[in-house]
Structures are given as structure tokens and as C-alpha cells.
T-cell receptor, first 117, second 111 residues
Framework: GAVVSQHPSWVICKSGTSVKIECRSL??????MFWYRQFPKQSLMLMAT?????????EQGVEKDKFLINHASLTLSTLTVTSAHPEDSSFYIC?????????????FGDGTRLSIL | DAKTTQPNSMESNEEEPVHLPCNHS???????IHWYRQLPSQGPEYVIH???SNVNNRMASLAIAEDRKSSTLILHRATLRDAAVYYC????????????FGEGTQLTVNP
């Protein structure tokens, strides 16, 4: 079945570092990918919609200059957390679907656990 | 986004059927009903989705009420590996439409 690969799965770094997370659709082309953040014991919160070849659409309250999204190809979207601080520590998850329409299942990566010291 | 309501938690015994309910009284005609589940420390996993008719796949069955204001995810024989948070989400049929996650139902499966 369709697979979404996310890398790295775990990152620990110092405060002030920028961290890049990759999300790849392995066997289908994804014009739209989504990025979520999940804090412990909470549900997933949508951060932004990543559109191939155009700017990402950010949800209200999400700083676009802090969470840089690039969707350079139909199989790759990246999320860069710039100048990360301890409050950015979270579980980041991407998703994609073939075609992007609502009658298609979303496929999720296994997530990236980010810990900022 | 139309809202869904699910019980916070449910319990089941291994090898017994599980019926997970979801209410979505404000569903629109273009909303698909999606179900996903999330195991600890993993990304969500697609389970099933439907529009009006009941749906079956290798993982589960989805029973949709005639007025579409509620649905039930059915796991025919629960296993310990089915213990997860189950999310019922409405997704518009339009291209690029997103999934908005609620709190879901934490399913516990007892051996």
C-alpha cells in the first residue's frame, strides 16, 4: 500500500539550532502534504498545508517564519524548525494522499520526535 | 470543519467485537467519514472511510446511519494490537481538503 516516509524519527539538539524534517511519499505523487504537531496526551494539531510548487498555507497561530515548509517536488516536503527552543519540543507528523481529494485516505509518516535541550 | 463527537474511552475483551460510535450531526453532503487510529509513539494509520453506504475492508467495517448523522466503526475480533486511539473525522471531498483531529476514543483491549 501507499507509504509515507518521515526522517529523522528522533532528534535531540541544543536550543538555537535549526532542524529539518523530511517527508516523502514513496509510491505515489502528492500535490498536497500536511504537517501536524502533537504534544503529549493531546491530539494532532494541523500546522500547515504544503502545496507542491507554491507557498504553504499555515494555520492560525503558527509562525510561518519559524516553521519553514518547502514542497519542491511531488514526493518530498520538508519542515524546518528554525532557531528551535525547548517549547518547540514535540512530535511532528506529516501526511499525504494520492490526488488530495476527500475521498482518498491520508497516509501518515511515523513522526519525528524533536527534543530541544 | 464539521465536528464529530466520540466517547473518550472504551474497553473490550480480546477476540470480541468492538463497536466504536461517532456522532456527526452537522455533516454536509460533501463530507466523507474517515477513521484513523494511532498507536503510542506512531503516526496515525488509515482504517476506513465512506460516504453513504456501509464499507468493509480487511481491517474493519464502517456502518453509516441512513441520515449520515452518526457512524460506527466495527472491529470484528479485537486483538491486543488494536489498542489505540481511534479518530472519526469528516473530510470534504474537495481537492486538498484537510483532516482535523478531535480527541478520539482510547480503546483498551483486555486479554
Amino acid at each position: 500500500g501507499a507509504v509515507v516516509s518521515q526522517h529523522p524519527s528522533w532528534v535531540i539538539c541544543k536550543s538555537g539550532t535549526s532542524v529539518k524534517i523530511e517527508c516523502r511519499s514513496l509510491d505515489f505523487q502528492a500535490t498536497t502534504m500536511f504537517w501536524y504537531r502533537q504534544f503529549p496526551k493531546q491530539s494532532l494539531m494541523l500546522m500547515a498545508t504544503s502545496n507542491e510548487g507554491s507557498k504553504a498555507t499555515y494555520e492560525q497561530g503558527v509562525e510561518k517564519d519559524k516553521f519553514l515548509i518547502n514542497h519542491a517536488s511531488l514526493t518530498l516536503s520538508t519542515l524546518t524548525v528554525t532557531s528551535a527552543h525547548p517549547e518547540d519540543s514535540s512530535f511532528y507528523i506529516c501526511s499525504a494522499s494520492f490526488g488530495g481529494a476527500g475521498n482518498q485516505p491520508q497516509h501518515f509518516g511515523d513522526g519525528t520526535r524533536l527534543s530541544i535541550l | 470543519d464539521a465536528k464529530t463527537t466520540q466517547p473518550n474511552s472504551m474497553e473490550s475483551n480480546e477476540e470480541e467485537p468492538v463497536h466504536l460510535p461517532c456522532n456527526h450531526s452537522t455533516i454536509s453532503g460533501t463530507d466523507y467519514i474517515h477513521w484513523y487510529r494511532q498507536l503510542p509513539s506512531q503516526g496515525p494509520e488509515y482504517v476506513i472511510h465512506g460516504l453513504t453506504s456501509n464499507v468493509n475492508n480487511r481491517m474493519a467495517s464502517l456502518a453509516i446511519a441512513e441520515d449520515r448523522k452518526s457512524s460506527t466503526l466495527i472491529l470484528h475480533r479485537a486483538t491486543l494490537r488494536d489498542a489505540a486511539v481511534y479518530y472519526c473525522i469528516l473530510r470534504d471531498r474537495g481537492s486538498g481538503s484537510r483532516l482535523t483531529f478531535g480527541e478520539g476514543t482510547q480503546l483498551t483491549v483486555n486479554p
